[in-house]
C-alpha cells in the first residue's frame, strides 16, 4: 500500500552537510510514525530517528544536536537533514513508517549509502 524511496545519499567529507528525502506513494502518511534508520557492515541496524504524525521528534544518542528529521505532508516526504556529519555516521539509510498501532516498521525503503569521509 505504502511505498518509500530514499534519495540524497552520496559521499562527503568530515564536518559536511547531507539531507535525504523518504518520498511516499501509495497512500499518504500524515498518520504514520516515519523513522531513518541506518546500517554499517557488520553492524545491527539502529534507530536513527524517528517522528510521529503529530511532529514529535526522537533521535539517538548518537545524531542528537546533529541531524534534524522533519516531515512535509503535502509532498508526502519525509526528510534527515545531516550536520556535522562524521565518519561514523557512514551507513546505509533507511527509511521506515508504521501505524501508531503497529509495534514495529513494517514499510520499508531500499535505503541509501552515505559515506563520511576523514
Known amino acids: 500500500q505504502v511505498q518509500l524511496a530514499e534519495s540524497g545519499g552520496g559521499l562527503v567529507q568530515a564536518g559536511g552537510s547531507l539531507r535525504l528525502a523518504c518520498a511516499a506513494s501509495g497512500r499518504p502518511i500524515s498518520g504514520y510514525n516515519m523513522a531513518w534508520y541506518r546500517q554499517a557492515p557488520e553492524k545491527q541496524r539502529e534507530l536513527v530517528a524517528a517522528i510521529t504524525g503529530i511532529g514529535i521528534t526522537n533521535y539517538a544518542d548518537s545524531v542528537k544536536g546533529r541531524f534534524t528529521i522533519s516531515r512535509d505532508n503535502p509532498k508526502n516526504t519525509v526528510y534527515l537533514q545531516m550536520n556535522s556529519l562524521k565518519p561514523e555516521d557512514t551507513a546505509v539509510y533507511y527509511c521506515?513508517?508504521?501505524?501508531?498501532?503497529?509495534?514495529?516498521?513494517?514499510?520499508w525503503g531500499q535505503g541509501t549509502q552515505v559515506t563520511v569521509s576523514s
Open positions: 521506515a513508517g508504521r501505524r501508531i498501532v503497529a509495534e514495529q516498521y513494517y514499510y
